[in-house]
């Protein structure tokens, strides 16, 4: 048994001898108290992360916040045609329709959603706006799309050439496998911490390419693809959403983090909740976080899964160690 779980497992049969299972919590007391940082840190997946770290770090070193960081972090790749599994460009499901989904949630908890989204180039920021201007927290479909034309968003064709053709081509066989790292493209969440300490945090994908028409995964959905606590931590996920779903694995992280486990083995634990309970082979999940104190932890059932870092003018990606070694 690994020290992580043996930490978990010892932290449980304490709190059990002394009557507080299930109300750990109970006298108001956190469970851990970590020193709260002040130097601002843009945190993301992939290598698509350099530049969406770059943009993040100018936008609150102009003064924006943590939230405004992770918003304008992401829109850039959002927008970068090349890409294709975010924003525009991003490869269609099976019918040839290219459909998003993106959320984002501030220091003080609150959050929105879209999914479904389709024919806007920018689902973060509709996120965004669900959060700020709605009394919901996700919008999906026709109706995500209604309220971003309502809210000034611009409609437009987000099914590139290069990604017309290949879809064309993968219509020949109409044979759907899920490719491990393909491209080392895909969704880009993205953490970040402002000067005030404070953490926010962002998700925003395309979604499996020539997936079913409707399928929605994990990055649209708080506690799976994101989840922040400015208590303690944040964490994003990336790769296959059905593994993070099943298991809520950004919240795992974080709520792992509250409970004393540090970044990296808070990270670990929940690739190993999704080896212990699911078919994990032939997928790829990679989860990366940050705690209020800036420690960052990344870890990925198979090698490859790669992030970026940022923090005093320093903007270098990183390999993540996996469960996998090859």
Request: with cysteine.
């Amino acid at each position: 048994m690994s020290s992580r779980r043996k930490f978990i497992k010892n932290s449980l049969a304490a709190s059990a001898a002394l009557g507080l299972a299930g109300t750990a919590c109970a006298d108001d007391k956190k469970p851990t108290v970590l020193e709260r940082s002040t130097t601002p840190k843009a945190l993301s997946t992939w290598n698509h992360g350099l530049p969406a770290n770059e943009v993040a770090m100018r936008v609150m070193q102009d003064g924006g916040s943590a939230l405004d960081g992770a918003e304008k972090g992401v829109m850039v790749v959002e927008a970068d045609p090349t890409g294709t599994s975010v924003g525009i460009g991003g490869a269609p499901d099976r019918d040839g329709n290219v459909t998003l989904d993106a959320c984002i949630m501030d220091n003080e908890g609150n959050a929105g959603s879209v999914c479904f989204l389709q024919s806007i180039k920018h689902p973060i920021a509709v996120a965004r706006k669900v959060m700020e201007e709605t009394p919901h927290v996700m919008l999906a479909g026709e109706g995500a799309k209604r309220f971003a034309l309502a809210q000034g968003f611009a409609e437009e064709n987000l099914l590139t050439e290069n990604s017309r053709k290949a879809w064309e081509e993968w219509v020949k066989t109409s044979n759907y496998e899920p490719v491990i790292n393909v491209e080392n493209h895909d969704t880009i969440g993205m953490i970040c911490q402002d000067a005030n300490g404070n953490l926010s945090g962002s998700c925003t994908t395309s979604g499996l390419a020539y997936k079913m028409h409707g399928r929605v995964g994990d990055s649209p959905i708080i506690g799976a693809g994101l989840f922040v606590d400015n208590d303690y931590g944040a964490a994003v996920a990336t790769g296959m959403g059905e593994l993070m779903m099943k298991t809520l694995g950004s919240f795992l992280v974080v709520e792992l983090i509250r409970q004393g486990a540090n970044v990296q083995e808070a990270c670990e634990e929940a690739i190993q909740r999704i080896v212990d309970k699911l078919d994990y082979k032939s997928f790829q999940v990679g989860y990366l976080a940050m705690d209020i104190a800036g420690n960052t932890g990344a870890y990925a059932i198979h090698p490859g899964f790669n992030y970026a870092e940022m923090v005093n003018g320093k903007n270098e990606l990183i390999d993540a160690k996996s469960y996998i070694n090859e």
